[in-house]
């Protein structure tokens, strides 16, 4: 619905560069699912209709990997911000793709854990 589609022309802008040197190239579209069954559904359909999917994180990449250089649908993932499991006798955090280091930090505070910058290893939800 309204609220978790946009198609102004600031909202494609700002989803269409990062932090790199790479002119901006906004998508067609920028849609916010909350949910993994609304990203499958989003993504067949794109699929079907052979549009391009840009995924869109918190835009500080420096690669231009969020430029959307053929138009497309932007998934900009930040409002899938859960935690979902944390175990401390494995050091293993799930997470969806909407948190960001600060936050997990946050989480993790007080419990002796904290998530450092180029962490390899990262999985989601």
Not at 6 to 29: F, I, K, Y
Not at 31 to 37: L, R
Not at 82 to 90: G, N, P, Q
């Amino acid at each position: 619905g309204t609220p978790n589609v946009s198609t102004a022309t600031a909202v494609r802008e700002q989803h269409g560069h990062d932090e790199s040197m790479h002119p901006c190239a906004p998508p067609d579209v920028v849609v916010w699912p909350q949910a993994v069954g609304q990203v499958q559904e989003l993504a067949a359909l794109c699929h079907r209709c052979r549009v391009p999917m840009v995924p869109f994180g918190t835009g500080t990449g420096l690669e231009g990997g969020v430029n959307a250089v053929q138009g497309g649908v932007c998934f900009d993932l930040s409002r899938m911000d859960a935690i979902a499991e944390l175990s401390l006798e494995d050091f293993s955090v799930t997470v969806e793709p909407g948190v960001t280091r600060k936050a997990l930090n946050k989480h993790l505070r007080g419990t002796g854990l904290w998530f450092p910058v180029g962490t390899v290893g990262v999985r989601g939800v």
